[in-house]
């Protein structure tokens, strides 16, 4: 093992971006059972307790920021948790506005943490701290965790796994770090189609890359000698990753032994292949531009990957001049089922070396109980919040598709190759090397890269 990954971690890919209000997203779930109570907005749960003598248990959220956590409903009901359990366990819970992450990290390597708990709230803020000997082994703690439980999420669960250890746990994805297609109603319209039957084409299964490539392709004939109109962008690598995972695949995989490049496989090769399509007949650019979501707010793009979230602010979406709908990513013609990535999401992990860890796990367990355990509220919130975000009735069924379709994807895991991939397939969308050419340049070399950053320290 390299002593520079031993004894230190570096930042690995920039900073995170999660939201100041983070630390709530994966304990709003839903679920049974009675509380200790703790006043307003108080979720009904049960939990096993111990005395803690006014210790004080701290929490490590990047992001995290005492003066906006309360302007949201379960904002407000996850402080009143936390007071709660404060009675609970006659402990003080510290949440600390820190953004140094790698600090964290550095302390608990050099076996005095500075935190007990730590959020992994970015997938890509998990392998080098885990291999490392940051986080403990959760699944030790069997007094304090039951993940058979309903109120974890299983596939989440299975991502935070490595050598058969529990080195995260959550209680799901939160729906705005999901992806959908938006479509630019009026461009539709233009193309000589009705913005309202893809409503129908997703609910009767017809919504499928065919189907897309017919409109994309029209709508991209829409261009003049002036403005060039696109059918669809890849918004940095959206595209390819969608058109894999809908083809029943991912140019990404994980297991127990960490992570893999797998865009050789035949499903992901359909993808790019289909891709390729859509650019040699100039529905798509040759780029795979981070910036490319801004031709879609110019109005200049049909159809547009993208998350959930960015219907949240009047900078994104939600600010946007023309009108536009959303369905879910089409299915490649041989698949049966839409699928929704979900690549940016939340987990817990207890750091290595705190003083009485299992104490900390039940604490961890108790901050994760459900927050909403009324499933019939939870909806209604959630309804109310969504008709407030979309533009007409038709882009609420993806909600219900998102929750049920959802595919929690590796991909952030693999940092830095998922940049260093990206990248290639710019090259291969100019034309510089075929797919093929390029799979045999970096094959062995991602695969090293990723060896590398999932070996356990004490691997040889």
């Excluded at 992001?63 to 006659?90: H, L, Q, Y």
């Excluded at 703690?141 to 299975?158: E, G, H, N, R």
């Excluded at 809908?246 to 893999?260: P, R």
């Excluded at 969504?386 to 598709?401: A, H």
Aim: aromatic fraction near 12%; hydrophobic fraction near 35%.
């Amino acid at each position: 093992m390299k002593a520079s990954k031993k004894n230190h971690i570096r930042l690995i890919r920039g900073i995170a971006a999660v939201m100041s209000a983070g630390l709530v997203l994966s304990m709003a779930g839903c679920g049974g059972g009675e509380t200790t109570g703790s006043g307003t907005g108080a979720s009904e749960a049960t939990y096993k307790t111990v005395d803690l003598q006014q210790r004080k248990i701290k929490i490590y959220q990047y992001g995290f920021r005492k003066n906006t956590i309360t302007s949201t409903e379960s904002g407000k009901r996850f402080m009143n948790r936390v007071a709660e359990i404060e009675k609970a366990f006659n402990c003080v819970i510290d949440l600390p506005e820190d953004d140094n992450y790698t600090a964290v990290w550095n302390a608990t390597l050099a076996g005095k943490p500075s935190h007990d708990i730590m959020s992994i709230a970015a997938p890509h803020l998990f392998a080098q701290p885990a291999t490392n000997g940051v986080f403990m082994d959760l699944s030790q703690f069997k007094d304090a965790f039951d993940f058979s439980a309903d109120k974890w999420d299983q596939d989440l669960l299975q991502s935070y796994q490595l050598h058969g250890k529990q080195y995260g746990c959550s209680t799901g994805t939160d729906i705005t770090g999901n992806t959908v297609m938006y479509f630019n109603k009026r461009l539709v319209k233009e193309a000589g189609y009705n913005p309202d039957d893809l409503y129908k084409w997703q609910e009767d299964g017809s919504w499928k890359w065919s189907k897309f490539k017919e409109m994309a392709t029209k709508i991209s004939k829409l261009s003049s000698g002036s403005t060039t109109i696109w059918g669809s962008v890849n918004n940095a690598y959206q595209l390819y990753n969608n058109l894999c995972v809908s083809n029943g695949s991912n140019w990404i995989t994980k297991d127990q032994s960490g992570v893999h490049f797998n865009a050789d496989d035949e499903k992901c090769m359909q993808a790019m292949d289909f891709m390729m399509e859509l650019q040699k007949a100039k529905v798509i650019p040759d780029t795979t531009d981070f910036n490319d979501y801004k031709l879609f707010l110019e109005g200049k793009v049909g159809f547009i990957p993208e998350y959930i979230e960015r219907l949240q602010h009047k900078e994104g979406y939600g600010g946007m001049q023309d009108d536009f709908g959303m369905v879910m990513f089409p299915k490649s013609d041989s698949e049966s089922s839409y699928r929704s990535i979900n690549d940016w999401y939340q987990g817990w992990a207890i750091l290595e070396g705190v003083a009485e860890p299992e104490k900390v796990a039940l604490v961890l367990n108790a901050l994760t109980e459900p927050l909403y355990p009324d499933e019939a509220e939870l909806n209604k919130l959630n309804s109310s919040l969504w008709m407030s975000w979309v533009r007409d009735e038709g882009s609420l069924k993806v909600f219900d598709l998102v929750k049920n379709n959802t595919y929690v994807s590796p991909v952030l895991f693999a940092s830095p190759v998922d940049a260093q991939w990206q990248s290639k397939v710019g090259e291969i969308l100019k034309g510089k090397k075929t797919n093929a050419e390029a799979l045999q340049e970096v094959k062995s070399q991602y695969t090293e890269t990723l060896n590398d950053l999932w070996a356990p320290i004490d691997a040889e």
